[in-house]
C-alpha cells in the first residue's frame, strides 16, 4: 500500500508541477502585458480575462489530477500485484503468478516474473525428485557444489546391513506385496540411520549402506553414532515384524556389520551419470562382518576399532578373528548388544582375552562386496 501511494503522489505532483507552471506564467505575462486596469476592462463573454486565466488554471490543474491519478491507478495495480506475488514466492509458495494484461512494460514485467517463477518450480520439483533417489545431504551437497565432489581421505565408520534368505522372501511375495514390504523396510531402517547422523549412501535392493563421519556429514564420535544406529535398527525390525505378523506377511531377518577406517569418498562415475561412494577399509570390513552374521547367527557384529570407540553405548564379546582382503593383520570381530541396567561403562576391550581365528569359515565362501 505505501509503495502504491508513493507511486500515486510522485505522479500527481509531476501533472500539477507540469500543468501548473506554464499557466501561471502565461497568467504572469498577460498581467505584464495588460496592465492592471486593462485586464479588468477587458472581457470575454462577460467574464474578466483574469478569472477566464485562473478558471483555467484551476481546471487545468484538476484535470492534471484527475489524469495522473488515473494513469497512477494503471500502474500502481500490476505493480501491486507483482508485489503481491514476490511476497509469496518469498514465503515459499512457488505457484504464485502474476496476470498478464495489457501491453508494454508493464506486461514484460509479468511475463518476466512468470517465466522466472515457473524457472523456480521446476527447480524445486527436480530437488524434490532428486532427494528422492539420494539423500537430502548428497543432493544439498551436489547442488551447492553444482554436482562436483571431489574425492576425500576421511576416516569414518561403515555400517552394511543385508536381509537373510532374500531368495526366499522373493519367492514368497508376488512382485507389487515384495517392492511393498521391502519400501516399508527401508522407510523404517533409513529413519533411524538419519535420525543418528548417518547418511544412506545406497540401497542394493536387499542391502544397506550407511556412512557415518564422511565429509557429507562429520560426526566426531562416528562409531559411537553407527553403534546406536544398529541397535535402534535391530528394535525397530522387531516393530515391524510385529506388523508384518498382522498382516499375513513373512518376517525379516537380517544382519549388519559395523566398520572403523580409513574411506575414500568422492564422485565415481561417467558426465553422464555420477554416484557419491565410499571406498576402503571401513565399507570392506563392514561388508565382511556382515556376511559373518549368517555364519554364526549374530544379528550384529563389530570390528576392534568400532569396539574401542563405541563400547561405552554397548556390551561386547569377543567372538573371533577374521582375515580381510586388503588387510595384512586379521581382524578382531565383537558381537554387539543393547547395554542393560548393570553394565558399567568402561573400555570393553581392556580385559578380554585373545580370540581365535575364524579364517576358515570365511574361506568357505566367495567375497562379498557391498551392492
Known sequence: MGRGAGIRLRLVASFVAVSLLPISILAFLSYREGGEEAK???????????????????????????????????????????DD???????????????????????????????????????ALVRELFGQYVTPELAEKAIKERGWLDGRLVTCTALFADIRDFTGLTETLPPAGLIGVLNRYFERMSSVVVDEGGLVNKFGGDSLLAVFGSPLNPLPDHAVHAVQAALGMLRELAGLNAEL?????????????????????????????????????AVNVASRLQTLTKELGEPLLVSEETGHAAGGVCRLAAVGEV?????????????????????????????????????????AREDVEPD
Do not use: C, W
Open 245 to 281: 505378523r498382522v498382516d499375513g506377511l513373512p518376517e525379516i531377518m537380517f544382519g549388519i556389520g559395523i566398520g572403523t577406517g580409513e574411506v575414500v569418498a568422492g564422485n565415481v562415475g561417467s558426465q553422464r551419470r555420477l554416484e557419491y561412494t565410499v571406498i576402503g577399509d
Open 85 to 123: 506475488a514476490i511476497g509469496r514466492v518469498e514465503r515459499g509458495d512457488l505457484r504464485a503468478r502474476v496476470p498478464e494484461r495489457g501491453g508494454g512494460e508493464l506486461v514484460r514485467l509479468a511475463e518476466g516474473f512468470n517465466r522466472m517463477a515457473d524457472g523456480l518450480e521446476r527447480e
Open 323 to 363: 582375515d580381510v582382503r586388503g588387510k595384512a593383520e586379521p581382524v578382531r570381530v565383537f558381537r554387539a548388544e543393547a547395554l542393560s541396567a548393570e553394565d558399567a561403562v568402561g573400555d570393553p576391550l581392556g580385559g578380554l582375552p585373545a580370540v581365535p581365528r575364524m579364517t576358515q569359515q570365511l574361506d
Open 40 to 82: 479588468h476592462s477587458e472581457t470575454i463573454g462577460g467574464l474578466a480575462i483574469s478569472t477566464i486565466e485562473r478558471g483555467v488554471a484551476v481546471v487545468g490543474l484538476l484535470l492534471a489530477v484527475g489524469v495522473a491519478l488515473l494513469i497512477g491507478r494503471s500502474i500502481v495495480r500490476p505493480l501491486r500485484r507483482l
